[in-house]
């Protein structure tokens, strides 16, 4: 269930609310009012229409080109299950280390450069060493 203050649209859709609010309101407002909302609806009518036959228009090309297919000899289902050659991502190598330090635990470890500054090595850096100190 909606309320007021989740939906600023309560209340449109009734009546008695429609009602009540113009006879509060001039005659010439509520034919301005009935003016824009016909041209309103009469937008959307248009957009609506437009979409139904774009679909129309693909759902005719779709079948059209399923009969292509079955006069090939073609189950169209195959074409959704065939594996097609499909360009691999190119992963590139990893970065290399440019860094070594001993971490908290006394294993030495290495770092890229890339990412978060590990803690072992932060500690060091505020503790006033410098980063050239790491260097491999």
Do not use: C
Request: proline share 5%; glycine share 4%; net charge neutral.
């Amino acid at each position: 269930m909606t309320d007021s203050k989740t939906n600023p649209f309560q209340g449109l859709n009734k009546i008695r609310v429609m009602r009540a609010a113009a006879r509060e309101m001039p005659y010439e407002m509520m034919e301005e009012i009935r003016e824009k909302l016909n041209a309103i609806v009469d937008d959307l009518r248009d957009e609506h229409q437009a979409r139904a036959s774009q679909e129309s228009e693909r759902l005719e090309k779709l079948e059209k080109y399923r009969e292509m297919l079955l006069q090939d000899g073609i189950d169209p289902a195959d074409l959704a299950d065939s594996e097609l050659p499909r360009k691999q991502k190119a992963s590139r190598a990893p970065r290399p280390a440019k860094y070594r330090y001993t971490d908290t635990d006394g294993s030495e470890k290495t770092w890229t450069g890339q990412g978060r500054t590990p803690l072992a090595m932060a500690n060091a850096l505020a503790a006033g060493k410098k980063i050239e100190d790491f260097l491999i």
